[in-house]
């Protein structure tokens, strides 16, 4: 298992309302879509990313955004590659797009991998994290894709994306 910032440890606070339970069959890799922050504590990132999420805002795309459970990934990985533990894995995560994302263990990226390079860190963590989730929830490697495999979206970005191939080498190597 990799090293995970534990919802305590970025100082989570709990989650609003109710979510809905499910099991991992897939594995879904997103990105933030924001440029990312070296120099922001993965902590910090957290908190923000939890903030935003259970309360309601208007999306750059004008798009109402309502109140969520909590966090909307499983596990986010900061640009140093730290990885931190989001939304509790048992629990559906959220999405702004037209897809449902049950069964679905969502891992997030920082950064907007339309116009950045995902780093080495990153790379080295999401392979990390994808043989573990992989193994633990027996996830075939046809089942681990990028938002875009399922949604009208550019996420995870094509500097993301094109990493794919090698990563499904990693995994079945």
């Known amino acids: 298992k990799p090293s995970i910032i534990s919802r305590k440890d970025w100082n989570a606070k709990e ?10 069959t ?9 440029l990312q922050k070296e120099n922001v504590t993965i902590e910090k990132k957290m908190q923000n990313l939890q903030s935003f999420s259970q309360s309601e805002n208007r999306l750059a795309t004008g798009k109402l955004k309502p109140v969520w459970f909590d966090v909307p990934y499983h596990f986010y990985i900061a640009v140093d590659g730290k990885i931190a533990e989001g939304r509790e894995i048992k629990y559906v995560g959220d999405t702004n797009t037209e897809y449902d994302p049950t069964a679905h263990a969502l891992i997030v990226l920082e950064g907007n991998f339309e116009t950045e390079q995902v780093s080495y860190q990153q790379q080295k963590s999401l392979q990390e994290m994808i043989i573990w989730l992989a193994d633990k929830y027996k996830v075939s490697p046809a089942k681990i894709k990028g938002h875009n495999d399922f949604a009208a979206t550019a996420c995870p970005g094509k500097n993301l994306k094109k990493t794919f191939p090698d990563l499904q080498k990693k995994i079945n190597g």
Do not use: L, R
């Open 15 to 24: 989650p609003v309302g109710t979510a809905k339970e499910h099991s991992i």
């Open 26 to 34: 897939a594995i879904t890799i997103h990105h933030t879509a924001t």
